[in-house]
């Protein structure tokens, strides 16, 4: 599974990095580091990116596969 947030939606609320820390960290203005960019979700890590992706209030995370 693949996991990918648009940088043009994401505005910076933190939920995805506060639900789920070992997948999402933030950058010296708020907002998640992999804007813009998509990655492999691990195994261990598909409940929390799906957790993630649930409390994104502008939807800006997208789970692939």
């Known amino acids: 599974m693949k996991l990918t947030v648009d940088a043009?939606?994401?505005m910076?609320?933190?939920r995805c990095y506060q639900m789920a820390g070992e997948l999402f960290s933030s950058d010296d203005?708020?907002?998640?580091?992999?804007r813009g960019r998509t990655v492999?979700?691990?195994?261990d890590q598909v409940e929390a990116a799906e957790d993630a992706e649930a409390t994104c209030p502008e939807q800006a995370i997208r789970l692939i596969g």
């Open 8 to 10: 043009a939606t994401c």
């Open 12 to 14: 910076g609320h933190g």
């Open 29 to 34: 203005e708020g907002f998640v580091t992999l």
């Open 40 to 43: 492999d979700v691990p195994a």
